[in-house]
């Protein structure tokens, strides 16, 4: 087997908080809505596009949220991004860098752990 990329991260949200998503993954963190294909809409939840891959939150009925388990968002400038987060009052914690990258962990709505790190050669 030879994996050639990777299509898509699945996170767990509540029911009936789809709003809350929108406003965090697209309005926040600045992500693309996709429409959902035809038969997934009545399950609920949102799907979002970044560069090369999708974050898919999907409704959990008992939800509780990925505190360890987390993707790892790229960004370009992270001191952009934590200011961002500060306006949006999202939690911020500093994390060791790991091989010379800077990077920063947040939470979604849902308490679901994000983590953004800095580009290579990105500003940190």
């Given at each position: 087997m030879r994996i050639v990329g990777l299509d898509h991260v699945q996170l767990a949200m509540p029911p009936g908080r789809e709003a809350e998503a929108r406003a965090?993954?697209?309005?926040?963190?600045?992500?693309?809505?996709l429409e959902k294909p035809e038969p997934m809409r009545s399950h609920g939840g949102c799907w979002f596009e970044l560069a090369g891959a999708q974050v898919h939150l999907g409704i959990e009925a008992d939800f509780r949220p990925a505190q360890k388990a987390h993707p790892a968002l790229v960004v370009a400038d992270l001191a952009a991004a934590r200011t961002t987060l500060e306006a949006a009052r999202a939690p911020i914690k500093t994390?060791?860098?790991?091989?010379?990258?800077?990077?920063?962990?947040t939470e979604d709505p849902f308490g679901n752990r994000i983590e953004l790190l800095a580009a290579a050669g990105g500003v940190a």
């Open positions: 965090f993954y697209s309005g926040v963190l600045g992500l693309h809505e994390a060791a860098p790991v091989d010379g990258r800077a990077r920063i962990f």
